[in-house]
């Protein structure tokens, strides 16, 4: 995978521990937008973004808006999966991503996650800084 390949797809592994799942050892629901959640600050990281300096030195931040999610299969206690975060659509404030979490197998859970961009003292709609559009490619 190039450079220019992780603007359009990127992959986060996670392995699933004890604190992932219920008294079953299966992955508790939430556990999967916990997931989801980390592969698109990973993703962010992956581009030279970090969350703490967008928030001091741009003064916005993103915060969950939406969130659709298909669950297929359950993950188990010690399973390997990956994290797969793509970016769908681009507006002013907001950024659409399709995710997955797949393991061996196959894919496990998908979702479309919206993601808002917000000022980080009043929580209202801000746009997406400048800056940052370069590294935001949209994927089909």
């Given at each position: 995978?190039?450079?220019?390949?992780?603007?359009?797809?990127?992959?986060?592994?996670?392995?699933v521990?004890?604190?992932?799942?219920?008294?079953?050892?299966?992955?508790?629901?939430?556990?999967?937008?916990?997931?989801?959640?980390?592969?698109?600050?990973?993703?962010?990281?992956?581009?030279?973004?970090?969350q703490?300096?967008?928030?001091?030195?741009?003064?916005?931040?993103?915060?969950l808006?939406?969130?659709?999610?298909?669950?297929?299969?359950?993950?188990?206690?010690?399973?390997?999966?990956?994290?797969?975060?793509?970016?769908?659509e681009r507006?002013?404030?907001?950024l659409?991503?399709?995710?997955?979490?797949?393991?061996?197998a196959?894919?496990?859970?998908?979702?479309?996650?919206r993601?808002?961009?917000?000022?980080?003292?009043?929580?209202r709609?801000?746009?997406i800084?400048?800056g940052?559009?370069?590294?935001?490619?949209i994927s089909e």
């Open positions: 995978m190039t450079d220019a390949d992780i603007y359009r797809q990127f992959t986060w592994p996670v392995r521990y004890w604190e992932d799942t219920d008294a079953g050892g299966v992955v508790y629901h939430t556990g999967y937008l916990r997931f989801m959640e980390r592969a698109r600050s990973e993703w962010l990281r992956a581009v030279g973004v970090q703490a300096e967008l928030r001091e030195q741009q003064g916005v931040m993103f915060v808006c939406a969130a659709q999610i298909d669950f297929r299969r359950a993950a188990r206690l010690d399973h390997l999966l990956e994290v797969c975060c793509t970016v769908t507006k002013r404030a907001s659409c991503f399709r995710q997955e979490v797949r393991d061996a196959g894919v496990l859970v998908s979702g479309v996650i993601v808002a961009c917000v000022d980080a003292r009043t929580f709609p801000q746009a800084p400048a940052l559009l370069p590294l935001i490619c």
